[in-house]
């Protein structure tokens, strides 16, 4: 799956709490990059890893000590697009460059992916729709939540369990709107069905270690000779004809 969507040039937002690996499982889908692809990069520090040979790389600068000199997110994303990118990735979105983000996505530039803090998809939508709002822009809500639809096709959530392990949880498509609720749906769902208790040899107490997982929620679209719905926004339909080809 991940896979495909690095095929099909889907624009993709990660989202996981702290620690959760959201910066490696970007390493980890920047690894699906055509080669021939232009590539830029905006990140606070160099973590991202491309080992595409058309990669420019760009970083934020803090202020010297007269307050001067400060490069910021928004000031990389906005001269990235005069470099003529194919796909812009940025390394975490914290701040109103989200508007940037999600202009340039819906300019052309599909393939692009970014992280953010988030416990869920939904909470995802909603952090970056209150983003865009400290930015200063002063856009209805429904107007924020349609560039929002029309610029991010999947959402991936990571999520660092009880046990320290490191999971993909959701990955979630962006359908559109239905009123002023953005409409989403799960491809694929972890699904933590319960516990059980390890014990070792060395005799220290028992912990819990999530122990069954299932992928739930998910429609026969991925197969060979489907026939999903024709939408030009839908992934399941860009998937469906690549694994045709």
């Not at 909603?126 to 209805?140: A, Q, V």
């Not at 516990?195 to 992928?215: E, K, L, N, S």
């Amino acid at each position: 799956m991940l896979r495909i969507l690095g095929r099909v040039r889907a624009n993709v937002l990660i989202s996981g709490g702290t620690g959760s690996g959201k910066t490696t499982l970007l390493n980890c889908l920047t690894a699906f990059i055509e080669k021939d692809e232009r590539v830029i990069t905006c990140e606070d520090s160099a973590e991202l890893q491309l080992q595409q040979p058309h990669v420019v790389r760009l970083e934020t600068r803090p202020p010297n000590l007269e307050g001067e000199g400060e490069i910021t997110m928004r000031d990389l994303i906005k001269n990235c697009l005069r470099m003529r990118p194919e796909r812009i990735i940025v390394g975490e979105v914290r701040g109103p460059e989200a508007f940037d983000l999600l202009r340039a996505m819906n300019t052309g530039h599909d393939g692009s992916m970014g992280t953010l803090h988030a416990n869920s998809p939904r909470e995802a939508l909603s952090r970056l729709e209150s983003m865009i709002t400290m930015g200063g822009y002063s856009l209805p809500s429904r107007t924020i939540r349609e560039m929002i639809t029309s610029s991010i096709d999947v959402i991936v959530q990571a999520a660092r369990l009880h046990d320290g392990s490191r999971r993909i949880t959701h990955i979630t498509e962006v359908l559109g709107m239905e009123g002023d609720v953005i409409v989403t749906q799960d491809i694929f769902l972890y699904d933590i069905l319960g516990r059980r208790p390890v014990r070792h040899a060395d005799g220290p107490p028992p912990f819990d270690r999530h122990y069954q997982a299932a992928i739930c929620r998910t429609r026969p679209l991925f197969q060979r000779g489907s026939q999903p719905r024709r939408s030009a926004r839908t992934l399941q339909y860009r998937a469906a004809q690549l694994l045709d080809s």
